[in-house]
């Protein structure tokens, strides 16, 4: 029976590109590969036809005495083969195969691990008070995970029996397929990459070598640490399969919103309401801190809404050190509300015995105010 004509077979043109040829060959292979057509005759002939084309094609020497000689020009060398596989060839066949099966031609992700894989990394979100993130803490956890089963020591087996070595992949976790002038590797389908067969499971945890339980942590909180501050908990996750190592827990901590200080990085912020009497008249006032003592504000003569007074070493502590950061009080002068009429009358005496110098900022943004209008006006 005579060839066909290789770039009918690839289904191109003769001036087809390198990048379209190797397009054309990728989509003919996926189509016609023998794994994605058991026991189909004719696809596993197309899929050989399809591999001497892009053989020849794919190599620039081959291509032009194909294009002279036809196939003649093969015919003493043994065929297509003779010339061997090009880097070409070798490197569209691997992405090919990266796509079937996601390992090609003895290329392995990882390799083997006896059956042991990583158990998964857990998360734990704890909310602290802002109390508790000043003076630090030790929290106590129940975390539910897997965990080593005890039956069979992680093993999946049943007690007084073990694992078995895969009979399909002889503990190798892959299994190689032949199929003309290269090999195909790929992960062992009877254990699914373990390496090992388990006959008789253990009825504790099925074979897994893991069971789910509730676990009881301590875990240690510094003082000083701020909302977002991951805590990493080693091998405290999820147990591994089949005595494999275990994960990693991960705690992020939340600070709860406090309903005095608010907090930026180390320092503490506070707003404080004052009389307008304390405001006028300069007095003191006694705040409670964070670490439970009291310390004493000043308030000076005429202070004004907004004015700000700085308690150093009074914030929060900075994490691994010793030094504290400050608390920040604010002002804020508050307008007195349901008088009775005696106050009333004091305060209409008082409003007429005021003047500039008692309301000097009243009194200069109004001046400002006039002279702004009267300059409209004149205009």
């Not at 796509?99 to 979100?125: A, C, H, N, Q």
Request: aromatic share 8%; proline share 4%.
């Amino acid at each position: 029976m005579a060839k066909r004509d290789y770039y009918e077979v690839l289904g191109v043109q003769r001036t087809v590109t390198e990048v379209e040829l190797k397009t054309a060959f990728r989509k003919q292979a996926m189509q016609f590969h023998p794994d994605r057509n058991p026991g189909d005759k004719t696809a596993e002939t197309r899929f050989k036809e399809i591999n001497e084309a892009y053989q020849v094609l794919s190599d620039g020497q081959k291509r032009s005495a194909y294009d002279r000689f036809g196939h003649a020009a093969f015919e003493q060398g043994g065929g297509a083969g003779g010339f061997g596989m090009g880097e070409g060839f070798a490197s569209s066949m691997a992405d090919i195969f990266d796509d079937l099966f996601g390992d090609v031609m003895g290329r392995r992700g990882g390799g083997r691990s006896g059956g042991r894989e990583r158990g998964s990394d857990l998360r734990y979100d704890l909310e602290i008070k802002l109390e508790e993130a000043f003076v630090g803490k030790t929290a106590q956890l129940k975390v539910p995970t897997s965990v080593t089963c005890e039956a069979c020591a992680g093993s999946g087996a049943k007690a007084g029996s073990k694992p078995k070595v895969c009979p399909t992949c002889q503990g190798h976790g892959r299994v190689r397929a032949q199929q003309g002038f290269f090999a195909i590797e790929r992960t062992c389908p009877t254990c699914q990459g373990r390496g090992e067969k388990i006959d008789d499971p253990c009825p504790s945890c099925a074979g897994a070598g893991r069971v789910t339980r509730e676990r009881n942590l301590s875990v240690n909180i510094p003082a000083g640490v701020e909302d977002g501050t991951r805590i990493r908990l080693a091998g405290e996750g999820e147990a591994g399969v089949r005595g494999g190592p275990s994960g990693d827990l991960y705690i992020f901590l939340s600070i709860k919103p406090h309903g005095v200080f608010h907090r930026d990085g180390a320092d503490l912020y506070c707003r404080v309401p004052i009389s307008m009497v304390q405001a006028t008249l300069g007095g003191e006032i006694t705040l409670a801190t964070l670490d439970g003592a009291e310390s004493q504000v000043k308030i000076p003569e005429g202070t004004q809404t907004g004015r700000q007074f700085k308690i150093r070493g009074k914030g929060m502590p900075v994490l691994r050190s010793r030094d504290f950061g400050d608390l920040y009080v604010q002002a804020v002068v508050e307008t007195p509300q349901n008088l009775t009429k005696r106050q009333r009358e004091l305060l209409a005496e008082f409003d007429q015995e005021s003047s500039h110098r008692t309301h000097p900022e009243s009194t200069g943004f109004f001046a400002k105010m006039k002279e702004f209008l009267d300059n409209i006006g004149g205009q």
